[in-house]
């Protein structure tokens, strides 16, 4: 499992890495499908089952699951739309945890 600082690095690059995606791409570059994926299993292995953790394991369970979309064939604009506001409440509840 990552640390925190390491989560907030990943929480971060990947949002600059969503800012690279476009509404009907085809397909994501396979460096930017490498940073989605590392990201998201990043969020995934950090959930933890404490109570004290819920809303910090909602934004990771969240995150995880708006970046899986992203590897998909075609990106749309909710798509990358739902990842910005996942990664950036990651994030801000990163920070606020750190």
Do not use: Y
């Not at 940073?35 to 292995?45: H, N, Q």
């Not at 959930?47 to 749309?76: D, K, M």
């Amino acid at each position: 499992m990552a640390s925190v600082d390491e989560e907030l690095k990943t929480a971060k690059e990947t949002a600059a890495a969503i800012m690279l995606l476009a509404p009907s791409m085809h397909r994501a570059s396979d460096a930017t499908i490498d940073i989605l994926r590392k990201a998201s299993l990043t969020a995934t292995r950090a959930i933890q089952g404490f109570s004290s953790q819920q809303p910090l394991n909602a934004t990771r369970g969240e995150a995880a699951t708006a970046l899986s979309g992203l590897c998909g064939v075609t990106v749309t604009r909710d798509m990358i739309d739902r990842a910005t506001r996942a990664v950036d409440a990651w994030a801000d509840n990163l920070a606020n945890n750190a």
